[in-house]
């Protein structure tokens, strides 16, 4: 930094030295290129470091924003949305990153550039290092009063972006449904919005960038007249002489140069300071208490399920209940059934059971231990849970429904679970067989469901869980599924007890018992048979579903 605050001197006195004769023009010319290439090697190897920081910080920014984003409860992502969280993941954190790669560099060098400048500036000519000082302040003031408009409008451009990225992100992964109803337009029109959005705050920053550059400009120009003006009568008097005018002119130059670019920089800085807002909020977040402490290891996972006047409301619904008072016994090895009407509860008493939520009111036992008393990893390894719409990850078929596994397991037993789950014959046809990389649309969501009942029956776990599960399958392929249920709930060692979710009332008729819900409340419990003869809720729904199949 000294070698590069010095070049204007020996810059100055190399040209007037050469009107005195050629040794001290030479021997100031060689200080001249020596101190240019000292200066350029250090600026390099100043650039070098604070790149490499920048790299490390963004990838640690990344690892722990997404560690932290990974150990939310769910509730925390029914309120935000998938587009917000990416844009902070990507953009975000490069942008914030951008204040120590490029912003903090720049400002650090000009401030020290523009310090040792002052300080010459004073030893030079203090009436004439005054005036430039007062520009420089005015100039300064500018410069925060624009940095916290910056720090305003990068906050608004964060949010607009999201909020555009989240209506993309959306618009392409429904593209089918975009395309079948015709709302190609209306989806274009979302997204434009907020480009328009996006517009007019980048016309409000290009425009506030114009005033800030018009002030610089008309103050530097301002301390190249005053410096003529002010150092040509003092020429003329004999206080100064022409080199030390011209060192003046170079230095007080550097000083409004070394302003421009803290100014610069400091708007850069206030952007990133107003999107990291958002972040360090994100990453200053603290886990679910799910994976904050150790919690019960029993000796064996039997199965017994009983939920104790339980009720629910979502965070995101709080005044809306989901659940009111529910109680409701699983023993162990059974296959219960949970039916109802859409909104009856059904899938929130599986949410609650994967301890996705906690309950607002009530428990839920597990071999007689509260749920919320046992170590959730070790718990959630013992379950098979098979969603109505199971979401495949974009790897082989392999890696998919060996995915989650707790133990190490080899391709035999990922393809004796595919065939249990009646996978198998298709996925052999497939191009690459085993290794084909999935694709939603080389998947229908039949053999996508059976993909996901592979899993579950990979885990071998003590208490299988299917919420759904048959709902895309044909006839033929429900009805091997449902001999799967019933061969492995009965061929397990350990035992497994069994809780189906269905809307399809043919796939629970050979259920142990079957829990019928009604608007958050259990209705009735019974067998088949038992609930047929009681003519209640269960009997009008199969009835129902009779007629609208003759």
Known sequence: MLSEISIPHFLAASIFSAQNGGTMFYSNAKLLVLLCLTSGICSGLRGC???????????????????????????????????????????????????????LNLISRNVLQGTGALIYLLFLSWPLALSTVLICSALATIMLVYGRYQKRAAKLTQ?????????AQETLSLVRTVRVYGTENHEFRRYFTWLEKLYDISLRQSMAYGCWSLSFNFLYHSTQVIAVLIGGISIMSGHITAEQLTKFILYSEWLILSTWWIGDNWSSLMQSV?????????????PSRQFSSEGLKLEKLVGHIEFV??????????????????????????VVAIVGLSGSGKSTIVNLLLRLYEPTNGQILVD????????????????????????????????????????EVSQEEVEWAAKQAFAH????????????LVDDALLSGGQKQ???????????????????????????????????????????????????????????????????????RVAEVGSHKELIQEDGLYARLVKRQADAFA
């Open 49 to 103: 470091c604070f790149a490499i920081a920048n790299m490390i910080l963004v990838r640690r920014m990344r690892e722990m924003l997404y560690g932290s984003l990974l150990f939310q409860d769910v509730s925390f992502f029914d309120e935000e949305t998938v587009g917000d969280l990416t844009s902070r993941l990507g953009s975000d954190c490069q942008q914030v990153s951008r204040v120590i790669g490029n912003d």
């Open 309 to 334: 006047n339980v009720s629910f409301s979502y965070p995101s619904r709080s005044e809306v209940p989901v659940l009111q008072g529910v109680s409701l016994s699983v023993q162990p090895n059974e």
């Open 159 to 167: 949010e607009f972006t999201a909020c555009a990225n989240e209506v």
């Open 274 to 286: 107003g999107a990291s807002e958002k972040v360090f909020k994100l990453m200053d977040l603290l």
């Open 450 to 520: 059976r993909i996901a009942i592979a899993r579950a029956i990979l885990r071998d776990p003590t208490i299988l869980i299917l919420d759904e599960a048959t709902s895309a399958l044909d006839a033929e392929s429900e009805h091997n599924v449902k001999g799967v249920i019933r061969a492995a709930q009965n061929g397990s060692k350990t035992g497994r007890t069994v809780i189906i979710i269905a809307h399809r009332l043919s796939t629970i008729q050979s259920a142990d018992r079957i829990i019928v819900m009604d608007s958050g």
């Open 425 to 436: 014959e298709f996925i052999v046809s497939l191009p690459n067989g085993y290794e084909t």
């Open 368 to 407: 007689g231990v509260p749920l919320g008393e046992l170590d959730i990893k070790w718990f959630r390894e013992r379950i098979g849970f098979v969603g109505q719409e199971p979401r495949l990850f974009r790897m082989d078929i392999s890696s998919n429904i060996k995915y989650g596994c707790p133990r």
